[in-house]
């Protein structure tokens, strides 16, 4: 009888382990309340703390002002804990605080007085942004921010810029600065022509809006939030890498069809895990290889970290990164997103800063991307291999749409739209660039001076250390635009300047190791390679696009080609599909390009996923 009961017990436990609970919150909610939707509760957080693997949070439209540190995470990519916007309704989750109460200071300036008991145990305004790579360009920057209406000022060097009048009428430029002693923390503000008491003020109260206090939290999915206004701190790739929303150091995170925005360093984190050694590093030669071997201890492999997807979210007004990763994005993929105006104040700076930042993204896939007005847009940093960037679409970018830093490939850049003025900054070798559109400038020099990682293929295991000689690349079927077809654009350099380039491949005439080349057509002045093998130079002028954001984006492939002046060339030269066998392998790490699961890869989709021709695939991303 007594087997019998226990065998009753334990098939009852069994069912209720794998009935799915569904908890919903709504602002009107009680975090006594059951969870149910007639009896919601009343903050996220709570909801966090009840769920298990396989139960759903659903909330409900308003605003909530909470961090959520999810205690636990999921157990499978089929057992995991979905937290999620109700269909239909708008969620935001801040981590800023009203603020009323303002009296006037003088000219456009108002200030508060705030108790520190009103910020918890973490201060913003107290809060000082360093780190490794972090340039303060000689005045102190804090993690707080003031936002008017939704637009945030500028932080101001010294009260006195903010006692004066406004310089200018556009909320963006006004400025806000702060004092804090052992009581209360001050703030004055600049209100141009506004009465910040009638109008809706913010201020940065934490840290950040969504991410666990510990590492390890994995198989989470967060669906269709707008998550905004986080004090994060700066996330170079030898620290913790505290993002708006972020993963810390997990496995398998679904992040998708969200608004991310208003973070003062980065908005979507795939980082790394905190220890004694954080921002120790910036200035030992060995510094991030002594990361990569402890984080290679705390078990940075295929089986534990990374396998994110994050997809279909819009991310802007960060200042450091949109998206950032070091070593925990890798096997990830990051597709349809956008991302816009990260790091458009300039008033810090610092060498992480990019619309998508990575360091060691193996295997990880990027496609299908909007990356504009940011002051990089994709940086490859370190261990790119087994990576794929395709179909991507960038523009207005200041200082280039893709810079590859120190790695060693295989790695592979195809069907992607290059519209700022500098496209390509490399410093890398092994990789293979194919049906690209390239309207700008690309850059190269080698990188003698540093030994970095490659690995086995599909591992995080470091196989050797070597230097970037620069070369070892595949261009094929791209189409290369130059600005112009006059004498000066066509006349190749008598020597190489430390950023050798242009329009065109003539840059990589003084590499060490040579590149192949196959089906490129050269536009208004750019060069082909001295090697060229297959290459066409077109005498007839294209139409190098003014405002690409405006007259190109979402454009069908055939009118951007008719919007560029390009001709039948495009499609009748003679290009041959891109494969994993045609490749080769890569100089130094001697592996093929393959796609991340080891299959072959075929290069036979363009932009907008439509199948090529085999006998004539076309050059660009358009077939």
């Not at 993963?247 to 998708?256: A, D, F, M, N, Q």
């Not at 066509?490 to 040579?514: I, S, V």
Request: net charge neutral; proline share 6%; with cysteine.
């Amino acid at each position: 009888m007594k087997i019998w009961c226990l065998a009753l017990a334990g098939i009852a436990l069994l069912a209720t382990a794998g009935r799915a609970t569904e908890f919903h919150v709504s602002t009107n909610g009680l975090d006594t309340n059951p969870g149910r939707r007639s009896a919601p509760l009343r903050t996220i957080q709570h909801a966090a703390e009840l769920a298990q693997p396989g139960d759903t949070i659903t909330v409900h439209r308003g605003v909530y002002r909470e961090r959520i540190n999810p205690p636990r995470g999921g157990l499978s990519d089929t057992r995991r804990i979905v937290y999620r916007a109700a269909r239909g309704e708008r969620v935001e989750i801040k981590g800023s605080e009203i603020v009323k109460g303002w009296t006037p200071a003088g000219n456009d300036t108002w200030s508060v007085t705030l108790p520190n008991s009103f910020f918890g145990r973490f201060n913003p305004f107290a809060d000082r942004i360093h780190g490794d790579w972090f340039d303060r360009r000689g005045r102190e920057h804090h993690t707080g921010a003031v936002y008017l209406d939704g637009v945030w000022l500028r932080e101001a060097a010294m009260r006195a810029e903010v006692l004066a009048p406004a310089a200018a009428a556009d909320p963006d430029k006004e400025l806000w600065f702060a004092n804090v002693d052992a009581t209360n923390t001050t703030i004055w503000a600049q209100f141009k022509g506004a009465d910040p008491n009638a109008l809706t003020v913010e201020v940065n109260v934490r840290q950040t809006v969504f991410y666990p206090s510990e590492a390890g939290r994995d198989f989470i999915t967060v669906r269709g939030f707008v998550l905004r206004d986080a004090a994060t701190p700066w996330a170079p790739p030898t620290g913790e890498q505290i993002g708006l929303i972020g993963t810390h150091w997990s496995r398998g995170w679904i992040i998708e069809s969200n608004t991310v925005s208003h973070s003062v360093c980065s908005g979507i984190s795939l980082g790394k895990h905190g220890d004694q050694y954080d921002n120790t590093s910036a200035d030992t030669a060995e510094g991030y290889v002594k990361t990569i071997e402890r984080a290679l201890a705390r078990g940075w492999s295929p089986e534990r970290i990374g396998h994110h997807l994050v997809r279909g979210n819009t991310v802007s007004d960060c200042e450091q990164a949109g998206i950032v990763g070091s070593l925990g994005a890798a096997f990830s993929t990051v597709t349809d997103n956008t991302i816009h105006h990260v790091h458009v104040r300039g008033l810090f700076s610092g060498a992480e800063m990019a619309g998508i930042k990575f360091h060691a993204a193996i295997d990880t896939i990027i496609s299908r991307n909007t990356i504009h007005h940011c002051i990089r847009g994709l940086w490859l940093d370190w261990m790119a291999q087994g990576t794929r960037v395709s179909a991507n679409f960038f523009a207005e970018n200041p200082g280039e749409d893709l810079f590859l830093e120190v790695n060693h490939g295989p790695f592979v850049v195809d069907n992607n739209q290059f519209y700022s003025a500098v496209n390509v900054r490399d410093m890398s070798e092994g990789g293979t660039f194919a049906h690209n559109l390239f309207t700008g400038r690309i850059a190269s020099r080698p990188e003698p001076s540093r030994e970095t990682p490659y690995h086995p293929a599909h591992s995080t295991r470091v196989a050797g250390l070597a230097r970037i000689a620069g070369g070892d690349h595949r261009f094929l079927n791209n189409l290369f635009l130059g600005p112009a077809a006059r004498p000066e654009n066509t006349m190749r350099p008598a020597k190489d300047p430390e950023w050798g380039g242009g329009y065109g491949l003539w840059a990589y005439d003084f590499r060490q190791f040579p590149i192949q080349t196959g089906g490129n057509l050269f536009y208004n002045g750019a060069l082909p390679y001295k090697g060229e093998e297959g290459g066409l130079v077109v005498d007839r002028p294209a139409q190098p696009p003014h405002d690409p954001l405006a007259e190109l984006l979402g454009r069908p492939g055939r009118e951007v080609l008719a919007k560029l002046g390009l001709g039948a060339e495009v499609e009748n030269h003679d290009c041959r599909i891109v494969t994993t066998k045609s490749l080769g392998r890569t100089r130094v790490a001697g592996l093929p390009y393959e796609a991340p699961d080891g299959s072959p890869l075929t290069l036979d989709r363009d932009f907008e996923g439509r199948k090529r021709a085999r006998s004539h695939p076309g050059a660009g991303p358009f077939r």
